[in-house]
């Protein structure tokens, strides 16, 4: 059999498109075999030159003539995201099959619907598909269709045996030719159009949704499109009624601006009800159980801004709000509520559910005692569990995984592949500070004291060439106890450097506020070039982790000023807030 060469050309629509080319092979009927050597010869040698955007494999893959390779597509539903597949031949055609041979990935099958078009020169027919295919069952799909002259072909891909994560894999594509002529003609027309190409224009998302509600067959995927599409619609209207609060709000401003009030008042002001504005939208659509959305692990970063409407302004809409999702993260697991702490991963993770959702409230609700006694719950499970002493006789965390089984509910640790401490396991240790001050906690205050000294002494010590004196180590061996590499990235390492002055807070004791010193002094003044802060001797390190530097500086500053009146550095930031 002579095999002629045409190209495949992949793309995805709104919003970005990259584009692949590869070869894709027409199978010529037997009693149509041509001897003729100018075939081969006529072959054009098409490559990938690139992935559409989520493509996980090569392109050629679905043309090399070997099933145990394909391409796929990445995730989400085809039904709102079609993934387009052009297969443009070297001359124009007369086809009227195509063949595909898809896969199975954990037993779901990787190709069910899929519509097929022809196109020839510039007529596209996309309002008279070739083939339609909905709810395939087989690895092998062989579509047959009235005999047509193409010299291209469009595949729309529209689903696959898992809708909500879609992973479409093609292994070999083939289309053949036709035996006799035509026996359909191809028309302009234009294709149907999908959620991508109606974008955020409500007239545009109207007519789609009338369009696919006028079919008298709705499918899976249509019906999934046309949720899809109201829900945008229903969104694009609540923006416009958010954007219309934010414009009053501004007007409002300069209606107060009228009375000459100082500017940081008018600006107070007016973030404040900015803040009050994004907090009520989110509060209005919390679920029952606390959430927002995306999870417990974010939706309590989502809130970290929110503590000072009810501080500032005793705003008890966002107090209940706070409190339906502080209460929502304790019963969400059986170890949370009867330890205090999260599953097995990194400190960075596993701590969030507790530190970011019980401390904030022992200050917003102090009356209620139920908020320092979880707090307190917490840290003795520390204590208990994944905090030891180190052979220099330091407590530490003896490595930065640490949490719980969820089958057994029990304690576990990474000591093993991952022996030492982070800075960032300060965070896990959030939660001491706040029974302290709401309680006297004297657990609380011993744990918390106790590890903020092994931070101190940690900084003092050089173990090597890679530390720098008074600034914090990257690690602290367990259970040696021995510090390695000086940390560079203010934002991890931010936990411990709150840590450290809420130890002042508590104690009183200036050792706590040396490392901190140690940082400002270097970052601000000896380092400084030209009156910015810079990563001085550390400039090995990637720009990336010096990101925000001046930011994350200052929040360290402002709150070490607070805590010591101490005014030394603040000549140096306000050069550099000068500078912007």
Not at 237 to 243: A, G, L, N, V
Request: with cysteine; aromatic share 8%; hydrophobic share 40%.
């Amino acid at each position: 059999m002579n095999i002629e060469r045409i190209g495949v050309l992949l793309r995805r629509g709104v919003p970005a498109v990259l584009w692949a080319v590869c070869q894709l092979a027409v199978a010529t009927p037997p009693d149509e075999i041509s001897d003729e050597p100018s075939l081969q010869a006529k072959a054009i040698r098409i490559t990938a030159r690139s992935r559409i955007a989520g493509e996980q494999a090569d392109a050629m893959r679905m043309v090399d003539g070997d099933p145990a390779t394909w391409w796929s597509s990445g995730p989400g539903d085809l039904a709102l995201n079609p993934i387009d597949i052009d297969v443009r031949l070297e001359k124009a055609s007369v086809v009227d099959s195509v063949e595909i041979i898809t896969t199975r990935l954990k037993s779901q099958l990787r190709l069910t619907d899929f519509d097929l078009y022809g196109g020839l020169g510039d007529v596209w027919d996309g309002a008279h598909p070739l083939a339609r295919v909905r709810g395939n069952r087989d690895t092998t799909i062989r579509v047959r269709f009235p005999a047509v002259r193409v010299d291209r072909l469009r595949l729309r891909l529209l689903g696959t045996a898992r809708p909500d994560n879609a992973f479409a894999h093609i292994a070999e594509l083939t289309v053949g030719a036709a035996k006799g002529e035509p026996q359909r003609q191809l028309h302009s027309s234009p294709f149907p159009p999908t959620p991508a190409d109606a974008g955020h224009d409500p007239e545009v998302l109207q007519k789609l949704i009338g369009s696919l509600e006028s079919q008298s067959n709705t499918s899976g995927p249509v019906q999934r499109r046309l949720a899809a599409l109201k829900q945008r619609l229903a969104l694009i209207e609540e923006s416009r009624r958010y954007q219309a609060t934010l414009e009053r709000i501004s007007v409002e401003t300069e209606r107060f601006r009228a009375l000459n009030p100082p500017e940081w008042a008018l600006a107070q002001r007016d973030a404040m009800a900015r803040l009050r504005t994004w907090a009520y939208y989110w509060i209005d659509h919390q679920q029952p159980d606390g959430q927002f959305g995306a999870g417990y692990e974010d939706d309590v970063e989502l809130v970290c801004g929110w503590p000072v409407l009810v501080l500032a302004q005793d705003d008890q809409k966002v107090r209940r709000s706070l409190e339906l999702l502080a209460d929502g993260v304790w019963r969400s697991r059986p170890f949370l509520e009867r330890f205090g702490y999260d599953r097995l991963t990194d400190v960075e993770h596993a701590a969030e559910n507790t530190s970011y959702s019980q401390p904030r409230m022992v200050v917003i609700d102090w009356r209620n005692p139920k908020w320092a006694e979880r707090c307190r719950r917490t840290i003795a499970t520390m204590a208990e569990h994944f905090l030891s002493r180190n052979e220099r006789g330091w407590l530490q965390f003896r490595s930065d995984f640490f949490g719980f089984d969820p089958k057994t509910l029990k304690p576990v640790t990474r000591e093993k592949d991952r022996p030492f401490d982070i800075p960032e396991s300060a965070k896990a240790l959030k939660p001491a500070m706040y029974a302290v001050w709401a309680r006297g906690d004297e657990l609380c205050r011993r744990i918390m004291l106790d590890y903020g000294r092994t931070w101190v002494q940690a900084a003092a010590t050089v173990d090597g060439p890679d530390r720098i004196a008074g600034l914090l180590p990257e690690r602290i061996l367990w259970p040696s106890g021995r510090t390695v590499g000086t940390h560079a990235r203010i934002s991890s390492m931010r936990a411990t450097l709150f840590h450290l002055i809420g130890c002042y807070f508590v104690s009183n004791d200036e050792q706590y506020l040396e490392p901190i010193r140690a940082l400002l002094r270097k970052t601000l003044l000896e380092w400084s070039v030209g009156g910015i802060p810079s990563a001085g001797t550390l400039d090995q390190v990637k720009d990336e982790d010096w990101t925000g530097l001046l930011e994350q500086l200052a929040l360290v500053a402002i709150l070490y000023r607070r805590a010591t009146g101490d005014r030394q550095f603040d000549p140096a930031l306000a050069r550099r807030a000068r500078r912007r």
